[in-house]
């Protein structure tokens, strides 16, 4: 796999991502955007977010659902200074990215929000199989959706912010899985915005 996006997140523009994603307003918007995915995710007890950042999206889950036991990997060190704080028992913080991590244990559910987008596309076909591995039920992908894939400038860096059909490529690329639901989320919501999100919640329906 390419290391190339690894290496710039964990680096210092990573560094300078995580003081523009950490508001009040994110986590009350968060909240409900996890509460409308567990409506059709039934019977979660174990998570694992990929690219967890400061822990915006594990807060938001801790609020809605504190049974749950969740696990979060970000390979960024100062993100992850900032995740390992709020990931207390049941839930723990992990200084890794996908590609690095390495575990023969499995998830409820396993997700993305934002990252995918981020990602180098030679790197995606290995982290949708890789995430369709840890997952034992569920998988969401939480990311912007384009019909064909598009590579956008992002804040003057060519080749890192990506728009395509990541759900249909994982269901492509793992056929066990279902599209169960999915949803967009409009950045002018008045009551709880998301960045033009939109999310889809894939099942396992062989093992």
């Known amino acids: 796999m390419t290391n190339a996006h690894v290496e710039f997140w964990k680096g210092e523009f990573g560094d300078s991502y995580v003081g523009r994603n950490n508001s009040e307003e994110l986590l009350e918007s968060n909240k409900i955007f996890f509460a409308q995915i567990f409506e059709h995710a039934l019977g979660v007890q174990t998570y ?3 690219g967890a950042n400061i822990g915006m999206n594990v807060q938001a889950i801790g609020a809605i659902r504190p049974d749950l036991v969740g696990t979060a990997i970000e390979p960024n060190h100062a993100a992850h200074s900032q995740l390992a ?32 987008i981020h990602v180098t596309p030679d790197d995606l076909v290995g982290i949708y199989k890789k995430m369709a591995s ?56 008045p009551i709880a915005p998301q960045d033009d999100i939109t999310w889809f919640l894939m099942e396992r329906f062989e093992d």
């Open 48 to 50: 694992l977010e990929v």
């Open 85 to 116: 704080q709020v990931t207390r028992t049941p839930r723990e913080a992990i200084n890794a990215s996908i590609q690095e991590f390495e575990t023969s244990q499995r998830w409820d559910l396993v997700f993305t929000k934002g990252v995918l």
């Open 134 to 189: 840890l997952a034992s039920r569920y998988v969401v992908i939480a990311e912007y959706y384009n019909p064909s894939p598009v590579s956008l400038n992002y804040r003057g860096h060519a080749d890192r912010l990506f728009k395509r059909d990541f759900a249909g490529e994982f269901l492509s690329t793992n056929p066990e899985f279902k599209l169960r639901e999915y949803r967009f989320v409009y950045k002018g919501d």
